[in-house]
């Protein structure tokens, strides 16, 4: 049972930067898993908003952060980072990470709604950007 664990999140003014990390464990090596961002704003839908393949090598991003969130990974410590750069506002969200893998070959994720199922979530990390 794939567990994953978000930290980084914050209270942060308008413009400012955050580093989220996802971290995982509860499986057995060689375990293969994509891992995609969420984030729900009060009173909104659970978006998609930045994923990365199991071997790193294909990445996506909403267009909400495109230019100003990066995502990346180190498989030697397990953990999924998401670089979060001239942050909004709007970007004031509970962040998640949620996972979807096996133990062979390479999986994908995808940012457009219903594409891929995600088998393992984070309990999630608040991010307040505010003056």
């Given at each position: 049972q794939l567990q994953l664990v978000?930290?980084?999140?914050?209270?942060?003014?308008?413009?400012?930067?955050?580093?989220?990390?996802c971290a995982?464990?509860?499986?057995?090596?060689?375990?293969?898993?994509?891992?995609?961002?969420?984030?729900?704003?009060?009173?909104?839908?659970?978006e998609a908003i930045s994923c990365i393949s199991s071997s790193g090598g294909t990445t996506e991003h909403a267009d909400s952060v495109k230019g100003r969130f990066s995502i990346s990974r180190d498989n030697a410590k397990n953990t999924v980072y998401?670089?979060?750069?001239?942050?909004?506002?709007?970007?004031t969200a509970v962040y998640y990470c949620a996972a979807r893998g096996g133990y062979r070959g390479t999986y994908y994720c995808a940012v457009r709604p219903g594409l891929y199922?995600?088998?393992?979530?984070?309990q999630g990390t608040q991010v307040t950007v505010s003056s």
């Open positions: 978000e930290s980084g999140g914050g209270l942060v003014q308008p413009g400012g930067s955050l580093r989220l990390s995982a464990s509860g499986f057995t090596s060689p375990y293969n898993y994509a891992v995609a961002w969420f984030r729900q704003a009060p009173g909104k839908e659970r998401l670089q979060m750069n001239s942050l909004k506002p709007e970007d199922t995600y088998d393992f979530w984070g």
